[in-house]
């Protein structure tokens, strides 16, 4: 099989490439010039091609002669909200349209997409499949994208995947909590109850690969977690100088308020800098809230089930982290 993947040379589709590459398949990364190939470069049966989900030529050039695909590529961060709709939601639009014209035989479009294309759980509980309340430009981007999708559901097979925070070896974005935790500080976000679902990247890379071959209908949409909801404190204070093997000797709050403003400050030096920041008001905000889910409807019709706990995870990563001199 000849697969497709996108944000090839990121996290999770460095893992989806890692993963169909051992198991035989032929994978085609659609790869940005300025992209990091030293890991790609490593695997076996990987095609590079050149250029972007914003392109739509190279989109057609990379499309022609693949049998699935995995769309994974996406900005978590951004200048603009324009800039997240350009991106997430139009190099989504571009990839579709390719695929309906250059890849009449596809067997199935598997678009990762996000928990915050629905929004936060309001009470705790997960939140249900129809739910359209995301609370950032990235989740609305996101969103749009997967509306997207299931519009082309009767012209191509596709799939939806929502993915809880996915976190693992090769992740950049989590990377700051674990050097914290080295420092054997333990912050504390608001009162640090707040739920998250979590999701080790390898097994949401087997995941995305089970849903090409699963029997589905097109325009189905899945959940992606470990399923253990974990208070925000436990999973990134405790849990993660366990992974470390430290004890915290600093252990401080971070009330919202303090948090939103430091988040216009970092929001204000990306404007004058002209740089995407991770920190913005909005992701200050989604802190005071659950982000849960459930997965059991996954499990059951992609034949899948998550192989590594959230501690095990955390474990793993900072292994991987040590030994590749990142922590």
């Known amino acids: 099989m000849k697969v497709l993947v996108t944000g090839g040379s990121g996290f999770l589709g460095s893992h989806v490439a890692e993963q ?3 198991a035989g398949h032929t994978v085609v ?8 190939r030293k890991f790609l470069s490593t695997l076996k049966n ?8 914003e392109d739509r030529a190279s ?4 499309m022609k002669g693949v049998d699935a695909v995995v769309h ?64 950032t430009a990235y989740g609305r981007s996101k969103l749009a994208a997967e509306k997207a999708v299931i519009e082309r559901g009767d012209k191509l ?11 693992g070896p090769r992740d950049v974005e989590i990377l700051e909590a674990f050097r914290a935790a080295r420092r ?61 093997d430290t004890s915290p000797l600093l252990r401080f709050g971070v009330p919202l308020p303090v948090l939103r403003l430091a988040a216009l400050g970092v929001e204000t030096y990306g404007k004058v800098r002209g740089k995407a920041v991770m920190l913005t008001r909005e992701k200050a905000q989604m802190l005071s809230h659950h982000w849960v889910c459930e997965s059991t409807k996954t499990r059951t019709d992609l034949n899948w089930t998550p192989e590594v706990t959230f501690p095990e995870g955390l474990r793993r990563t ?4 040590q030994e590749n001199g990142w922590l």
């Open 318 to 321: 900072a292994r991987w982290y």
């Open 72 to 135: 994974s590529a996406g900005l978590v961060k951004a200048r603009t909200e324009a800039d997240f709709f350009e991106c997430n939601t139009q190099g989504t639009v571009n990839l579709l349209e390719a695929a309906i014209a250059h890849a009449p035989d596809l067997k199935r479009f598997v678009h990762v997409s996000s928990l915050e294309a629905c929004g936060p759980s309001f009470d705790g509980r997960p939140v249900p499949f129809d739910q359209e309340r995301p609370v």
């Open 184 to 244: 054997r500080q333990y912050p504390v976000i608001g009162d640090g109850k707040m739920l998250g679902c979590y999701t080790y990247g390898p097994d949401c890379a087997r995941a995305c690969i089970q849903a090409i071959d699963a029997d589905i209908p097109s325009g189905s949409i899945y959940f992606v977690d470990d399923g253990e909801p974990l208070p925000m404190a436990r999973a990134m204070g405790e849990l993660l100088h366990d992974a470390l």
């Open 157 to 167: 097979p596709t799939v939806v995947l929502r993915p809880a925070a996915i976190y």
């Open 59 to 62: 989109v057609d050039r990379a």
């Open 29 to 36: 990364a659609l790869v940005r010039k300025s992209s990091n």
């Open 20 to 22: 169909l590459s051992a």
């Open 46 to 53: 990987v095609e590079l091609a050149e250029g972007s989900v």
